[in-house]
């Protein structure tokens, strides 16, 4: 039968809304980005962060508790203004309350807000203020019940801002602002930075001593109440995102790069601490009494009790990029990842143990062997391969030196043998049943990297690689493996393959899907809504998985037909997934994230074409799908309240090519298709303008 290709394009996507779909398992107590931490006592700790993460501490960080909001909104900023009454803020204006010293939250109403809220600052639990990423400041005197906006300075956005009591305040941002209130922020008077950098953070410890920091590693100090403000050697050029002084005399700052810096003598000389410099510190808080906390990217949680001299982390886990999940048995499982990570699970999932694999290579996948004389665990990586015989305690490395430099990204059983595959389309047969046998059956039919491996039936090999070609090789009783190319063009890259019998199942970028139900010989070319698809299972010929970019998980109930959009609540790239059964499965992904899912990831309950369920929170624009494209695409926007549309196409010099959408448009999800039959290949600019929100997004049409 000659090899075929059929175009198709999904235009269901389902959303789920709901975190509880995935728990998070490492690294703990989160993996998410966090961006402020409110200190309320010295047990008492809230943190927020990426995705909605809000997480609470009430026994000084030693434990931490996952609060639940409904909200996917990026928090940037905390406040408590008592044990009680706090505040959380940020992406697309959003503000939610608690009552309750941070047990649950409740989203306030803050109108037509839509910009970011990076910093908000309570002087009672009546009165507060948010200042803004356009320059504008919100205030409340009625607990947040009712926010009003005023424009204090449009040209730039407001990084921190920081009040001392009811009248006296300070404002910090872009283009090196400083502007101070001594009237409850009626008026705001500049003060004169001498840079025109971004401040990112101001604390004062009295209303005289103060300090400021922001990029280039800039230090301010003033000592009359920001009269004037002097400079201060940091001893680094990196960016300062935080500062906290516990007196006149000790202060820490910290920020991009695992920069800590301290001081002994009010900011006059600065000490640094060496720390990880994978991790950005976003917030450093000291309580009066030394005790303080340092949190920042990856979920980084760390705790000191003598004014940030020492420092005890609170996050625990590994954070290197993981790339490959396998488990053996029920209860026992392993993971493989860049920096040569190997973690093991004895308990079904709930705790992983990292092993030694003496490699700092990237490892990329793994499989388990098993007969009735041995078991062996295998893992194929950038520098080789590794083999356990005691099911991963130990590791020991094979280099296949007749095939040098070989980066190996995929191995699979069949029968008695595993095979590998890697760069420069090289295919490797190891025999289990013949000790250190190892043969070289392809090298160089594909110019391309090998992606991905599998065996659609026992005597037949499909591979895909990083161009988007699909090889095949049969075996052949008198030459052995047969290779060839089959006639797939314009194919994005695939990375894996899955096959239930004769129904088969490939995803990659752009979001491409192709699948086959003849043991693959034919493959219809379909186009799902994520990014790039990284990992696809299914479990049966109906039900199946899909994880990619940007935390995207999709499902399908009916063998790939339509597809579901699942939130995961993180934007970290999934790499690979397992499940055991329709409901309990494994995501794995970068900076070492691990979750599980006893729900299948979620129940699909709204679509994106009907009016929905659960309105929309925030305004949004989706990549359109496919891209590149060819002749048609997909858009899909969020509109959280009632206003004018207008979406409009734009070539490559700014000129308007066509308007797609123009007209009002009730609170929710929507997709419009945009056909480009009579458009040149070239790259195109799309445009969206609702109410005062507005966003541009690049796609290319590819004939």
Same mark, same amino acid.
């Given at each position: 039968?000659?090899?075929?290709?059929?175009?198709?394009?999904?235009?269901?996507?389902?959303?789920?809304?709901?975190?509880?779909?995935?728990?998070?398992?490492?690294?703990?107590?989160?993996?998410?980005?966090?961006?402020?931490?409110?200190?309320?006592?010295?047990?008492?700790?809230?943190?927020?962060?990426?995705?909605?993460?809000?997480?609470?501490?009430?026994?000084?960080?030693?434990?931490?508790?996952?609060?639940?909001?409904?909200?996917?909104?990026?928090?940037?900023?905390?406040?408590?203004?008592?044990?009680?009454?706090?505040?959380?803020?940020?992406?697309?204006?959003?503000?939610?309350?608690?009552?309750?010293?941070?047990?649950?939250?409740?989203?306030?109403?803050?109108?037509?807000?839509?910009?970011?809220?990076?910093?908000?600052?309570?002087?009672?639990?009546?009165?507060?203020?948010?200042?803004?990423?356009?320059?504008?400041?919100?205030?409340?005197?009625?607990?947040?019940?009712?926010?009003?906006?005023?424009?204090?300075?449009?040209?730039?956005?407001?990084?921190?801002?920081?009040?001392?009591?009811?009248?006296?305040?300070?404002?910090?941002?872009?283009?090196?602002?400083?502007?101070?209130?001594?009237?409850?922020?009626?008026?705001?008077?500049?003060?004169?930075?001498?840079?025109?950098?971004?401040?990112?953070?101001?604390?004062?410890?009295?209303?005289?001593?103060?300090?400021?920091?922001?990029?280039?590693?800039?230090?301010?100090?003033?000592?009359?109440?920001?009269?004037?403000?002097?400079?201060?050697?940091?001893?680094?050029?990196?960016?300062?995102?935080?500062?906290?002084?516990?007196?006149?005399?000790?202060?820490?700052?910290?920020?991009?790069?695992?920069?800590? /810096?301290? %001081?002994? =003598? $009010?900011? !006059?000389? @600065?000490?640094?601490? #060496?720390?990880?410099? &994978? +991790?950005?510190? *976003?917030?450093?808080?000291?309580?009066?009494?030394?005790?303080?906390?340092?949190?920042?990217?990856?979920?980084?949680?760390?705790?000191?009790?003598?004014?940030?001299?020492?420092?005890?982390?609170?996050?625990?886990?590994?954070?290197?990029?993981?790339?490959?999940?396998?488990?053996?048995?029920?209860?026992?499982?392993?993971?493989?990842?860049?920096?040569?990570?190997? /973690?093991? %699970?004895? =308990? $079904?999932? !709930?705790? @992983?143990?990292?092993? #030694?694999?003496?490699? &700092? +290579?990237?490892? *990329?996948?793994?499989?388990?062997?098993?007969?009735?004389?041995?078991?062996?665990?295998?893992?194929?990586?950038?520098?080789?391969?590794?083999?356990?015989?005691?099911?991963?305690?130990?590791?020991?490395?094979?280099?296949?030196?007749?095939?040098?430099?070989?980066?190996?990204?995929?191995?699979?059983?069949?029968?008695?043998?595993?095979?590998?595959?890697?760069?420069?389309?090289?295919?490797?047969?190891?025999?289990?049943?013949?000790?250190?046998?190892?043969?070289?059956?392809?090298?160089?039919?594909?110019?391309?990297?090998?992606?991905?491996?599998?065996?659609?039936?026992?005597?037949?090999?499909?591979?895909?690689?990083?161009?988007?070609?699909?090889?095949?090789?049969?075996?052949?009783?008198?030459?052995?493996?047969?290779?060839?190319?089959?006639?797939?063009?314009?194919?994005?890259?695939?990375?894996?393959?899955?096959?239930?019998?004769?129904?088969?199942?490939?995803?990659?970028?752009?979001?491409?899907?192709?699948?086959?139900?003849?043991?693959?010989?034919?493959?219809?070319?379909?186009?799902?809504?994520?990014?790039?698809?990284?990992?696809?299972?299914?479990?049966?010929?109906?039900?199946?998985?899909?994880?990619?970019?940007?935390?995207?998980?999709?499902?399908?109930?009916?063998?790939?037909?339509?597809?579901?959009?699942?939130?995961?609540?993180?934007?970290?790239?999934?790499?690979?997934?397992?499940?055991?059964?329709?409901?309990?499965?494994?995501?794995?992904?970068?900076?070492?994230?691990?979750?599980?899912?006893?729900?299948?990831?979620?129940?699909?309950?709204?679509?994106?074409?009907?009016?929905?369920?659960?309105?929309?929170?925030?305004?949004?624009?989706?990549?359109?799908?496919?891209?590149?494209?060819?002749?048609?695409?997909?858009?899909?926007?969020?509109?959280?309240?009632?206003?004018?549309?207008?979406?409009?196409?734009?070539?490559?010099?700014?000129?308007?090519?066509?308007?797609?959408?123009?007209?009002?448009?009730?609170?929710?999800?929507?997709?419009?298709?945009?056909?480009?039959?009579?458009?040149?290949?070239?790259?195109?600019?799309?445009?969206?303008?609702?109410?005062?929100?507005?966003?541009?997004?690049?796609?290319?049409?590819?004939?």
């Amino acid at each position: 039968m000659p090899n075929k290709i059929i175009v198709i394009f999904f235009l269901t996507t389902v959303f789920v809304y709901g975190q509880q779909n995935w728990k998070w398992m490492n690294p703990l107590p989160q993996g998410k980005g966090i961006n402020n931490i409110s200190v309320i006592d010295s047990n008492n700790v809230i943190a927020v962060g990426d995705n909605g993460l809000l997480i609470k501490s009430i026994d000084a960080g030693l434990s931490w508790k996952v609060i639940e909001t409904g909200y996917a909104n990026k928090l940037l900023t905390s406040f408590f203004a008592d044990n009680l009454n706090g505040w959380a803020a940020g992406e697309n204006g959003i503000v939610l309350r608690t009552t309750d010293g941070g047990s649950s939250f409740t989203r306030q109403d803050t109108g037509d807000v839509t910009f970011n809220i990076n910093s908000i600052y309570f002087t009672s639990a009546d009165r507060g203020y948010a200042a803004c990423s356009n320059g504008v400041l919100l205030n409340t005197t009625n607990e947040g019940i009712l926010w009003t906006s005023t424009t204090v300075n449009p040209a730039s956005s407001f990084s921190k801002i920081y009040f001392l009591n009811h009248d006296i305040g300070w404002l910090t941002g872009e283009n090196g602002i400083i502007k101070k209130t001594t009237n409850g922020g009626a008026d705001w008077i500049d003060e004169n930075s001498g840079v025109n950098t971004i401040l990112s953070s101001i604390c004062f410890t009295d209303k005289d001593y103060g300090w400021i920091c922001g990029q280039n590693g800039q230090i301010f100090k003033t000592t009359d109440g920001g009269n004037n403000w002097s400079a201060s050697i940091s001893t680094t050029n990196k960016w300062l995102l935080s500062i906290s002084f516990i007196n006149h005399n000790s202060g820490i700052a910290a920020g991009k790069n695992g920069i800590l /810096l301290s %001081t002994s =003598d $009010g900011g !006059n000389s @600065w000490n640094r601490q #060496e720390h990880d410099t &994978t +991790f950005t510190f *976003n917030c450093v808080s000291f309580l009066t009494t030394g005790t303080g906390w340092l949190a920042g990217s990856s979920g980084f949680l760390a705790k000191s009790g003598d004014g940030g001299s020492n420092w005890e982390f609170q996050s625990s886990g590994n954070r290197a990029n993981l790339n490959s999940i396998i488990f053996v048995t029920a209860d026992y499982g392993f993971i493989v990842g860049d920096q040569g990570t190997i /973690l093991k %699970t004895t =308990d $079904g999932g !709930n705790t @992983w143990i990292k092993k #030694e694999s003496n490699t &700092t +290579f990237s490892l *990329n996948d793994v499989v388990f062997y098993s007969d009735y004389s041995n078991s062996q665990l295998w893992v194929a990586g950038d520098n080789g391969f590794l083999q356990s015989t005691d099911f991963g305690e130990t590791w020991s490395t094979l280099i296949i030196k007749s095939i040098p430099n070989v980066r190996y990204k995929s191995i699979i059983r069949n029968g008695s043998s595993l095979y590998a595959a890697g760069d420069a389309g090289t295919v490797v047969e190891l025999d289990m049943t013949k000790p250190f046998s190892r043969s070289l059956i392809g090298s160089g039919f594909s110019l391309d990297n090998i992606k991905n491996l599998c065996f659609p039936t026992s005597h037949n090999i499909l591979a895909t690689c990083e161009n988007g070609a699909i090889i095949t090789a049969y075996i052949n009783s008198l030459s052995g493996f047969i290779f060839s190319e089959l006639n797939t063009p314009s194919i994005s890259t695939i990375n894996q393959v899955c096959f239930v019998g004769k129904y088969g199942w490939m995803t990659g970028l752009y979001g491409v899907l192709l699948k086959c139900e003849n043991g693959g010989g034919y493959w219809i070319k379909s186009f799902v809504d994520i990014t790039e698809g990284n990992g696809i299972q299914f479990i049966d010929t109906l039900n199946g998985y899909i994880c990619g970019s940007n935390g995207g998980f999709l499902k399908t109930t009916d063998g790939g037909s339509s597809w579901n959009k699942v939130l995961t609540h993180t934007t970290n790239s999934l790499s690979k997934m397992v499940f055991q059964d329709i409901n309990s499965g494994w995501i794995i992904g970068a900076n070492g994230l691990i979750m599980e899912t006893n729900n299948g990831g979620g129940t699909a309950t709204t679509d994106i074409n009907d009016s929905p369920a659960i309105s929309p929170n925030s305004f949004s624009l989706s990549q359109n799908f496919p891209n590149p494209f060819n002749p048609e695409t997909n858009i899909n926007y969020s509109i959280p309240k009632k206003c004018n549309v207008s979406i409009k196409i734009f070539n490559v010099l700014g000129k308007e090519i066509s308007t797609i959408v123009n007209e009002n448009k009730e609170p929710g999800n929507y997709n419009i298709n945009f056909k480009g039959n009579r458009l040149p290949s070239g790259i195109y600019f799309y445009r969206i303008q609702a109410g005062d929100f507005s966003e541009t997004k690049k796609m290319i049409l590819l004939k």
